[in-house]
């Protein structure tokens, strides 16, 4: 939900509508190329940095950082909308959206898919693979939908500002609920899940071990 409703998919359908037509410096084209080519080198670098990172780490970094740049994005709309907003700052909006594709790619972008790989038994991974699938699905179709509504009776701030609470609300999520799993066993992400002791666990863990090598 959290990765749909932080407004990457909307964006990107959006894109030329969400960019000043009048971007100062910049033709149109030339912004949506840069826009776009963030997550394709975000998705490439992310292969490497999962690996050493945490997923916890990465995912109180991409939700709390995608949040700002939609406030500013809120904020720019609101004063343009005002007709507060010089000409020669129009460009701004292109570095907002750079800097939300980067740090969206760097957590929520990928980290759910891998979640579902750790969190769950290999005999589950399908049916909630399946179940996550169609809810992503149902919660993209609604959140396309609502941008429309939005846009169209309140204004473009609205939504932005509606995109960066969902990623505070996902920062408050990952903060109460979500474990680190880096370097964890299904059975110790499991521990953690339940509100077991890790200590209390590894010990019973070894001496199940030393009770099976006596017998």
């Not at 509508?17 to 410096?25: L, M, Q, W």
Request: glycine share 6%; charged share 15%.
């Amino acid at each position: 939900m959290a990765q749909q409703l932080s407004g990457n998919s909307t964006i990107t359908r959006y894109l030329e509508e969400v960019i000043n037509r009048k971007t100062a410096f910049m033709d149109l084209h030339e912004a949506r190329i840069l826009v776009q080519a963030v997550p394709c080198v975000c998705g490439y670098s992310m292969t490497v940095i999962v690996a050493y990172v945490g997923r916890r780490t990465l995912l109180f970094l991409s939700t709390i950082g995608s949040c700002i740049p939609l406030l500013l994005l809120a904020g720019y709309h609101f004063l343009d909308l005002h007709k507060f907003v010089d000409p020669t700052i129009s460009i701004l909006p292109v570095y907002f959206l750079n800097w939300y594709q980067l740090l969206f790619h760097v957590g929520l972008g990928v980290l759910p898919n891998v979640l579902l790989c750790e969190l769950f038994p290999a005999e589950l991974k399908g049916i909630i693979g399946a179940i996550l699938v169609i809810f992503n699905g149902l919660i993209g179709f609604i959140a396309s939908k609502l941008y429309q509504v939005m846009t169209d009776n309140v204004a473009w701030y609205a939504i932005f500002f509606s995109f960066a609470t969902s990623c505070w609300v996902a920062f408050v999520m990952v903060l109460i609920w979500v474990p680190e799993t880096k370097g964890k066993t299904y059975r110790e992400i499991e521990a953690l899940l339940v509100g077991e002791n890790l200590k209390s666990f590894n010990e019973e863990v070894s001496t199940d071990k030393m009770d099976s090598r006596e017998i």
